[in-house]
């Protein structure tokens, strides 16, 4: 099976913050999680650099925009080391080779199709979402998304002719060809089907994008609408208009086409792009994953204000497990969350130091105490193991269905079962009695079984930990693999970040 995932490309006016962090570290564990299962995968993410966006933030900083996009494209890229991320691929759309005969490529197919016609147009335009509102859709007045009054406009652009393509897309939507999760997204996308398609603007005067972005192929006094050229980039990077074998491996395949991405882009991803692609006779994505916004600290992430915790910062501070666990096992699957340096430092704390790390380190330690550092050999489940074996046994497969529904929160809890139970059996075993009645003459085979099942939960937790904490896992396993026959010596798996506890 082949899955092709992908994270929306963000506009680089400015660095990333912890809400980008959410979206490429979804992404990284649903790639994780496939690869783990046998499935050929490409994930991949990338910059918008076309974005009239990031020509007035470059000007507002007084910065050449070439540079100004290259400099914050860059702090994206680094996100890639910072937290983990196994990346296969990252699409600039200004400089990327690939881009733009791709773009100019699928802008004749819709063009041949009928679907592109020029048009006077004049409404009102938000410069933060690059896209035209209706004053129905505005609150008092002003940007939902940027609470800010957007301009009025009038010129000449090229429209696509998307009221062709509703039935199309409730069917596609309906029939289970384009599932959008979760159903609350789907039926928002539903119910704007249903409201009527209308056309939309599909150009820019160049004049107005001071000659940033794509031109329209055959007229140049227009430039490519950012959404259009930005959506494009999930097909050109894999060569659809520059060849190569890509397209046909991950796109026109029966394999899965996954694409992740915020609320406020549901609307491009789940209609404009699907009709694009329908115009110019390509497969629609499988699946649109659609996830809900973070705060900090209760205040609205902006990038412009600098609100928004650096995640790069954060991770070189705390550890990528410790960002990767708050993001994976805080944020729910609907509805927003908010991120504080405190929740993140007492969750890490509370679950990775003192309940997973304790773990392996209490197993680890009692191996070297009671068997000198050697692993007992496998034996039937001890008596009162069964939870523990049971939650061992059905961590994968739990996870898996959890992150069949993009319910990350859910996966972590099936992992998370196995350190539960763990620790609870330890409890309640007491090897430490049953070592004492071991010494007294007793039988050692009791012993054996509960460290023996003890030692196969670690195992278990670094295999299935490994999708959503890479790094936690490789060092959980590297507690565990014998040298010599014997386990290395007992070291602490995770630091604690300080919360008081
Ligand atoms: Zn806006």
Same mark, same amino acid.
């Given at each position: 099976?082949?899955?092709?995932?992908?994270?929306?490309?963000?506009?680089?006016?400015?660095?990333?913050?912890?809400?980008?962090?959410?979206?490429?570290?979804?992404?990284?564990?649903?790639?994780?999680?496939?690869?783990?299962?046998?499935? #050929?995968?490409?994930?991949?993410?990338?910059?918008?650099?076309? *974005?009239?966006?990031?020509?007035?933030?470059?000007?507002?900083?007084?910065?050449?925009?070439?540079?100004?996009?290259?400099?914050?494209? +860059?702090?994206?890229?680094?996100?890639?080391?910072?937290? *983990?991320?196994?990346?296969?691929?990252?699409?600039?759309?200004?400089?990327?080779?690939?881009?733009?005969?791709?773009? +100019?490529?699928?802008?004749?197919?819709?063009?041949?199709?009928?679907?592109?016609?020029?048009?006077?147009?004049?409404?009102?335009?938000?410069?933060?979402?690059?896209?035209?509102?209706?004053?129905?859709?505005?609150?008092?007045?002003?940007?939902?998304?940027?609470?800010?009054?957007?301009?009025?406009?009038?010129?000449?652009?090229?429209?696509?002719?998307?009221?062709?393509?509703?039935?199309?897309?409730?069917?596609?939507?309906?029939?289970?060809?384009? #599932?959008?999760?979760?159903?609350?997204?789907?039926?928002?996308?539903?119910?704007?089907?249903?409201?009527?398609?209308?056309?939309?603007?599909?150009?820019?005067?160049?004049?107005?994008?001071?000659?940033?972005?794509?031109?329209?192929?055959?007229?140049?006094?227009?430039?490519?609408?950012?959404?259009?050229?930005?959506?494009?980039?999930?097909?050109?990077?894999?060569?659809?208009?520059?060849?190569?074998?890509?397209?046909?491996?991950?796109?026109?395949?029966?394999?899965?086409?996954?694409?992740?991405?915020?609320?406020?882009?549901?609307?491009?991803?789940?209609?404009?792009?699907?009709?694009?692609?329908?115009?110019?006779?390509?497969?629609?994505?499988?699946?649109?994953?659609?996830?809900?916004?973070?705060?900090?600290?209760?205040?609205?992430? *902006?990038?412009?204000?600098?609100?928004?915790?650096?995640?790069?910062?954060?991770?070189?501070?705390?550890?990528?497990?410790?960002?990767?666990?708050?993001?994976?096992?805080?944020?729910?699957?609907?509805?927003?969350?908010?991120?504080?340096?405190?929740?993140?430092?007492?969750?890490?704390?509370?679950?990775?130091?003192?309940?997973?790390?304790?773990?392996?380190?209490?197993?680890?330690?009692?191996?070297?105490?009671?068997?000198?550092?050697?692993?007992?050999?496998?034996?039937?489940?001890?008596?009162?193991?069964?939870?523990?074996?049971?939650?061992?046994?059905?961590?994968?497969?739990?996870?898996?269905?959890?992150?069949?529904?993009?319910?990350?929160?859910?996966?972590?809890?099936?992992?998370?079962?196995?350190?539960?139970?763990?620790?609870?059996?330890?409890?309640?075993?007491?090897?430490?009695?049953?070592?004492?009645?071991?010494?007294?003459?007793?039988?050692?085979?009791?012993?054996?079984?509960?460290?023996?099942?003890?030692? +196969?939960?670690?195992?278990?937790?670094?295999?299935?930990?490994?999708?959503?904490?890479?790094?936690?896992?490789?060092?959980?396993?590297?507690?565990?693999?014998?040298?010599?026959?014997?386990?290395?010596?007992?070291?602490?798996?995770?630091?604690?970040?300080?919360?008081?506890?």
């Amino acid at each position: 099976m082949h899955t092709y995932i992908t994270t929306t490309i963000p506009y680089v006016n400015a660095r990333p913050h912890i809400g980008h962090a959410l979206e490429v570290v979804q992404a990284d564990v649903l790639a994780r999680f496939r690869r783990q299962h046998g499935d #050929r995968v490409r994930f991949q993410a990338g910059t918008d650099d076309n *974005s009239l966006k990031n020509v007035l933030a470059a000007k507002a900083a007084g910065v050449d925009v070439r540079e100004f996009v290259d400099r914050n494209a +860059e702090a994206f890229l680094a996100l890639g080391p910072a937290l *983990s991320l196994t990346v296969d691929d990252f699409i600039r759309t200004s400089r990327d080779v690939r881009h733009r005969p791709g773009v +100019e490529q699928f802008w004749q197919a819709c063009a041949t199709a009928g679907d592109l016609y020029r048009k006077r147009y004049e409404g009102l335009y938000c410069t933060g979402c690059e896209q035209f509102y209706s004053p129905a859709e505005l609150r008092a007045g002003r940007c939902p998304e940027h609470d800010t009054e957007p301009q009025r406009v009038a010129e000449q652009n090229w429209f696509f002719r998307l009221s062709r393509y509703g039935d199309r897309l409730r069917e596609a939507i309906t029939g289970g060809e384009l #599932r959008i999760e979760p159903a609350g997204r789907r039926n928002e996308v539903l119910a704007f089907i249903d409201s009527g398609l209308e056309d939309f603007s599909v150009s820019r005067p160049a004049e107005r994008a001071g000659g940033w972005g794509i031109p329209v192929p055959g007229d140049p006094s227009q430039v490519i609408y950012v959404w259009f050229d930005a959506l494009c980039n999930y097909v050109t990077a894999l060569g659809y208009g520059t060849g190569g074998d890509a397209y046909r491996e991950w796109w026109a395949s029966p394999g899965r086409r996954v694409h992740l991405l915020g609320k406020g882009v549901l609307r491009f991803h789940a209609v404009y792009w699907p009709a694009m692609l329908l115009s110019a006779g390509q497969p629609l994505p499988t699946d649109i994953f659609v996830h809900d916004y973070l705060t900090t600290g209760g205040q609205k992430i *902006s990038k412009s204000s600098g609100s928004g915790a650096d995640p790069a910062a954060l991770a070189a501070e705390y550890g990528t497990d410790a960002v990767r666990w708050w993001l994976l096992r805080e944020v729910p699957r609907v509805g927003d969350a908010d991120f504080t340096v405190g929740r993140m430092v007492a969750r890490a704390d509370d679950e990775l130091a003192n309940g997973l790390g304790n773990l392996v380190n209490r197993v680890v330690a009692m191996i070297h105490r009671y068997r000198d550092g050697r692993v007992p050999d496998p034996l039937p489940v001890p008596a009162g193991g069964e939870d523990l074996d049971a939650a061992c046994r059905h961590a994968h497969e739990h996870a898996g269905a959890a992150l069949e529904d993009f319910d990350f929160r859910r996966a972590t809890a099936a992992v998370w079962a196995i350190a539960d139970e763990a620790n609870r059996f330890i409890n309640q075993v007491r090897p430490w009695e049953l070592s004492r009645s071991e010494r007294d003459g007793g039988d050692g085979r009791p012993l054996d079984a509960v460290l023996g099942a003890l030692f +196969e939960a670690c195992l278990a937790l670094g295999r299935e930990l490994a999708p959503f904490l890479p790094d936690a896992a490789a060092r959980i396993i590297g507690q565990c693999t014998p040298r010599d026959g014997l386990l290395p010596a007992a070291s602490p798996v995770f630091r604690r970040l300080g919360s008081t506890a």
